[in-house]
Structures are given as structure tokens and as C-alpha cells.
């Protein structure tokens, strides 16, 4: 049985029930458990005093999904692994999947396999499903069986498959989870934000998460359909999955649709790649595909190909044959949606506001935009986007409790939302503002410049209608004056924040995951500072957090870190070489273009902590006859 953490009945564990138990499990925010695991937090955290051998015939698997770049990753799950350690059950299999490694398929099937390994060695593995003991015993640890049973059909059985074109959806009569686009504004040109007004059926508050489903790009599914040598509107059905259902009221599908609205065709797996190297004819590309499947995986994930890419450097891969076409499908990943905070107070009648910035991925020679904000930034007035609303946690407490907002870049979307629900509190039903009793909002905004100042005009709103009290701009990089960031603003407002704190307000902050630990240590500090022992600013900072006055919504990184070392590094060297030309240290016969890194040049190095460092070779040309030059060149 697979079911939701909420869905199981802790209680067969104890009743001997349950014996055998597998736990997929993330860590929500900074430790806390997901919201479809409070029952089993609930159940672990009750039985401290409960009899030590209470779950002693219990023998059970955790893999623990997080990223490193937050400050404690994987705890919920060794909290799991403990708390029921205590209670006598056995553990057999303990794994983590770092989100920022990419290898998640391979840290699932590696757990997995040891798992089922354990299990098949049971005297009682009859018991278990057939299809579970068998559907890994004879795959390698690089490739997973595929998702989804497909099987092609000559005619659509589905009257909603009229509608096939990704851009105009959805069906005639749009269902509830579809919004339709009422404006799309540039807010900051220099750093790619803009905000997205959605009108529909909406029930929201400040501080939720409007959850959108991307659509990949029209030509790059039609490129990738060509490549793959099938019409666009063959059609195909899933016999065991609803993957469909929810929009078609079928299991029925085109590959155009599914290739645009469900499938992922950014990310290659090694399941892919494993697949395509049983599936092409040319003895070099088996060659280069065998070894990406074993030692050479670990570097070409960090290239960012996607698989229209990918199968364009290998033509001989042929999907000839609806089973080869199938099995392909089956092994793409879904399309999964993102998460985005609301920037507008549920009281805006049937609208919702966002704010996105379009993000950029890869090194500087394969750079490539976010599937789900390329998206969005490219949406017409009139679209349709299908999205749902996730309720949260991060709400604005009533209106006569002081709060502090701390953010950056678009991690001011939720503060929008308090702002403009704290102005709305504030205005009487004839419009007039009532003061009595409104607690202070000072918001910390940090940004490069004035030119990225996000939605000033309804900043300049609320402060205008008293939502807001206080802005204080952080900028990193405007001219003639000396870098500043949030932790920078905290700080020379020290007092007045520490007042709020004692008052009984609460700070929050939303962004980079970054900015909370930097509050914390610049609170601390400034405390310390102020006369107070490192012992006791702790202490204080401890009882704010144990009393849930500081709220944090954030996320770790998206990007590749090594990608941005190869770019800091190439922006160096041109400058450097630009340098060297300008005083004729170089032949002027030489340009920054010729000398730019190629892929050849780079190799691979093992550094002392053991990984992967990627080097660049570059050669210049130096003039012979001064070896004044040459000792520069060598600086």
C-alpha cells in the first residue's frame, strides 16, 4: 500500500498491523516536518514515555529529501528515524537526496534497492506484492522503471481532445483551478521581475502560495516532436494513472499536450541516458552514452542540457515503434508545479497578484531561462493559467501587533499582501483611517538599486493609506554610495526593532534562505553590543523563535554553485586579458572572443576535499623579446 503520511493509521503499527514500513519524507522550512506528516510527528513526539520495545516487530526505511542549502536539510527525517529507533522498530534502510547534488533518481534507486534487498531476504516475502520484489530485481542502479503503462490508440476517446493547443487552453468551459490573465507588468528591466495579475475563482489570504502549472515552449515541443519522427497528435492512453483525468475526464492524451502540459523535457535522468544508449546504432555514441551512465555522470549533469539538446548529439538514437515511444514517455519525468507567494490581500474580490523574476540557469555558454517563469513572463492578457492556492502558515497576526518585514528582490511578495491587508483593516466602511490600536510595519527592503525597487507604486499606496509606517531601501549597488543590505538596515535600526521585540512584535522575513541566518546573527551581535552577554542575546534570540516570532518563508539555491565559479572566473580573465591588450602586453592581433573557454580546454581535477574542481586551460600569445611582459603575464 502507498498512501500519504496523513493517511496512514499509526496505530497498526502498534497493533502489529503493520510490520514492514518505507518512509519518503522532506523537511518543510528550516526542520519542521511537511504538512502531510503531522500525524506522524504527532505520534512520535507523544510516545517519549511510552514502552521502549512498543514497536519492536516494526522494521521500516527512511529517505530523507532536502537541499543543503538550508541549515538543517534532512532533520525531520532523522527525527523519524529516531523516534521510532526508541520505540524498538529496526531500522534497515537510512538514505538522503540533496536536491542541489541532481542525483535524486539515483539516491531513490540506491535506497530502494537496499530496501527491497533486505526484503527479499525475508523468510515471509510472499507476502509482499509480487510487482514490488520483481520490478527491481534485475535493474542496474542507473535507470527506473518507467512511470506510466502507455498504450496508443488510432482515435481519440475524449471530446475535450479538440482543444490541443498548449497556449489557449484550457476546455470550453474552463474548471475552478484556471485563472485567466488580466495584466503582465516589467518591473525591474535589470533584473528581469515582473508582476502578474490573475483574475478567477479564488479563496486566498496574505501569505499563501498560488501553485502554477507550467507549460514547456511551443517550439522547442515541436522541435523535440520532429526530432522524434511522430505526429504531434498521436494519441496515446495511460492504463494505470490519472495523469490526464483531471483536465480531460479521460486517460486519453496527444503527444503534443503531454509533451507541453505534463512531461518534463528539461532534465535529463539517468534513466534517459541509460535508455537512449540501448537505442542507438553508432559504436561512438554507445561508447560516450555507456560512460555517462557510470563515472562520467557527475560531470556532464552539471552542463544543463535539456533533452531535445541531449537527443540532438546523438542521431542515431532512434524511438522507432510505439513500445519505444512509450517506454521514452514513461521515463520522463512529470512536470511538476511551482510555488509562488501571493503578493496581494484576499480581499482583492476574484484577483491575485504574483511577482517573479525569470530566472537564469547554466554556465555562460548553454545559459537558459526557468521553465515556469520564461512562462509566465512570455503570457498574454487573456491566457489561461492553471493554479491552485496552498494554504500557509506565514499570516499577519491581528492589526494591533507590531511587525517587521524583512526581504529581498521578490522575496517581498508575501509583505504586499500584509500591507495592503493591513491598510484595508485600517479604512473604516466610510474610508476613513482608524489609528487606535494599529501596531507599527516597517518593512527592510533590499535591492540593487532604486531601478529595482519592486511595485513602488503600491508601496507608495499603503504608506499613503497608513498600511505602512516605515520603508528602509538597502541597496547593494547604487552609485556614490556605500554598499548596504538588509542585515545592514537591522542594524542601524537596531533600537527601534529591539523595541517591537520587547513589545511582543514579530519579524518576518522571506527570501534567500541567506537572510535568516543573517538576522539572527546581526540581532545577536547588535545585542552584545548593547550590554548583553553572548549567553543572554542567545537566550533572547531562542525565546523569539520557541514563541514563533520570527517567521521565516524562504528557499534555498537554484542554480549550479559551480556554474557561477565558471562565470566569475570567465568575467575575470576577460577583464584581465582586455587589460593586457590595452597596454600591448598581448598581440593586438588577439580578441577576448578568440581567448573566450571552450569546452575542450577544460579538464577535471580532483581537489583535497574530494570533489570534482573544474579547471580551464587558455592560452596567449606573448612577445618574446620582453621578458618584463612576460613576468607580468605570469602575475
Known amino acids: 500500500k502507498v498512501c500519504s503520511a496523513n493517511e496512514f493509521d499509526m496505530n497498526s503499527l502498534t497493533l502489529e498491523k503493520t510490520t514492514k514500513l518505507a518512509i519518503i519524507t522532506s523537511t518543510y522550512g528550516n526542520g519542521e516536518p511537511p504538512e502531510n506528516a503531522s500525524s506522524l510527528y504527532e505520534f512520535i513526539a507523544s510516545s517519549k514515555d511510552k514502552n521502549p520495545s512498543l514497536l519492536s516487530t516494526v522494521e521500516f526505511g527512511v529517505l530523507s529529501l532536502g537541499s543543503t542549502a538550508y541549515p538543517n536539510p534532512f532533520v525531520f527525517g532523522k527525527f523519524v528515524e529516531q523516534g521510532l529507533q526508541k520505540l524498538g522498530a529496526k531500522l534497515i534502510a537510512s538514505g538522503n537526496s540533496d536536491e542541489i547534488s541532481f542525483d535524486e533518481e539515483r539516491d531513490f534507486v540506491k535506497w530502494y534497492t537496499n530496501f527491497m534487498s533486505y526484503m527479499s531476504n525475508l523468510s515471509n516475502v510472499s507476502k509482499l506484492s509480487k510487482s514490488a520484489t520483481e520490478e527491481f530485481s534485475d535493474v542496474p542502479l542507473d535507470i527506473v522503471v518507467p512511470r506510466f503503462n502507455l498504450k496508443f490508440t488510432e482515435k481519440s476517446s475524449s471530446a475535450n481532445l479538440r482543444s490541443d493547443n498548449p497556449q489557449n487552453y484550457p476546455p470550453s468551459n474552463a474548471p475552478s483551478n484556471f485563472l485567466q490573465v488580466e495584466s503582465l507588468k516589467l518591473e525591474s528591466k535589470s533584473a528581469s521581475i515582473y508582476s502578474l495579475v490573475l483574475a478567477g475563482n479564488l479563496n486566498y489570504e496574505a501569505g499563501d502560495e498560488l501553485v502554477i502549472f507550467p507549460t514547456n515552449p511551443s517550439s522547442m515541443v515541436a522541435r523535440l516532436i520532429k526530432r522524434l519522427g511522430y505526429p504531434g497528435d498521436t494519441i496515446f492512453e495511460t492504463a494505470d494513472t490519472n495523469l490526464f483525468s483531471s483536465e480531460f475526464g479521460s486517460n486519453t492524451c496527444t503527444l503534443r499536450l503531454a509533451l507541453s502540459r505534463f512531461l518534463s523535457i528539461h532534465t535529463i535522468t539517468p534513466s534517459l541516458v541509460k535508455f537512449f544508449s540501448l537505442r542507438t546504432t553508432d559504436p561512438k555514441e554507445i561508447e560516450i552514452l555507456t560512460s555517462l551512465t557510470g563515472d562520467g555522470w557527475a560531470a556532464f549533469k552539471l552542463k544543463n542540457y535539456c533533452l531535445l539538446e541531449f537527443l540532438e548529439m546523438f542521431p542515431s538514437v532512434s524511438l522507432d515503434g510505439a513500445e519505444n515511444l512509450a517506454i521514452f514517455l514513461g521515463i520522463l519525468p512529470p512536470l511538476v508545479p511551482r510555488y509562488y507567494s501571493v503578493a496581494s490581500s484576499g480581499e482583492n474580490s476574484g484577483k491575485i497578484r504574483i511577482v517573479f523574476k525569470v530566472v537564469e540557469y547554466g554556465d555562460f555558454q548553454n545559459r537558459k531561462e526557468g521553465v515556469a517563469s520564461s512562462y509566465l513572463s512570455n503570457l498574454q492578457d487573456g491566457d489561461y ?78 504608506m499613503d493609506f497608513h498600511g505602512l509606517d516605515k520603508i528602509v531601501n538597502c541597496f547593494s549597488a547604487k552609485l556614490g554610495i556605500p554598499k548596504s543590505y538588509v542585515q545592514d538596515g537591522i542594524r542601524q535600526n537596531y533600537s527601534q526593532v529591539k523595541k517591537i521585540l520587547d513589545n511582543g512584535g514579530i519579524i518576518f522575513s522571506c527570501g534567500d534562505v541567506k537572510i535568516g541566518s543573517a538576522i539572527r546573527e546581526t540581532m545577536i551581535a547588535c545585542m552584545k553590543s548593547d550590554g548583553m552577554t553572548a549567553s543572554a542575546a542567545m537566550t533572547y534570540w531562542d525565546k523569539i523563535v520557541s514563541e514563533r516570532r520570527f517567521r521565516r518563508s524562504e528557499w534555498g539555491l537554484v542554480e549550479d554553485p559551480e556554474a557561477d565559479v565558471r562565470r566569475a572566473r570567465l568575467a575575470r580573465w576577460r577583464r584581465s586579458v582586455k587589460t593586457l591588450i590595452a597596454f600591448g602586453i598581448i598581440g593586438r592581433g588577439h580578441r577576448t572572443e578568440d581567448i573566450a573557454l571552450d569546452p575542450s580546454s577544460q579538464t577535471d581535477s580532483e581537489s583535497s576535499d574530494g570533489k570534482t574542481e573544474v579547471t580551464h586551460s587558455i592560452e596567449v600569445e606573448v612577445f618574446e623579446d620582453k621578458k618584463k611582459e612576460k613576468k607580468q603575464m605570469k602575475k
Not at 407 to 421: H, N
Not at 429 to 435: A, D, E, N, P, T
Open 385 to 462: 493559467v492553471k493554479a491552485f492556492i496552498k494554504k500557509s502558515n506565514f499570516k499577519l497576526p491581528p492589526r494591533n501587533v507590531d511587525i517587521v518585514m524583512v526581504g529581498a528582490g521578490t522575496g517581498i511578495s508575501p509583505f504586499l499582501g500584509f500591507v495592503e491587508d493591513r491598510r484595508l483593516q485600517l479604512e473604516s466602511s466610510h474610508g476613513k483611517v482608524q489609528l487606535e490600536n494599529s501596531g507599527k510595519t516597517i518593512l527592510f527592503y533590499g535591492s540593487r538599486s532604486e531601478d529595482d525597487f519592486v511595485c513602488q507604486d503600491l508601496w507608495n499606496k499603503s
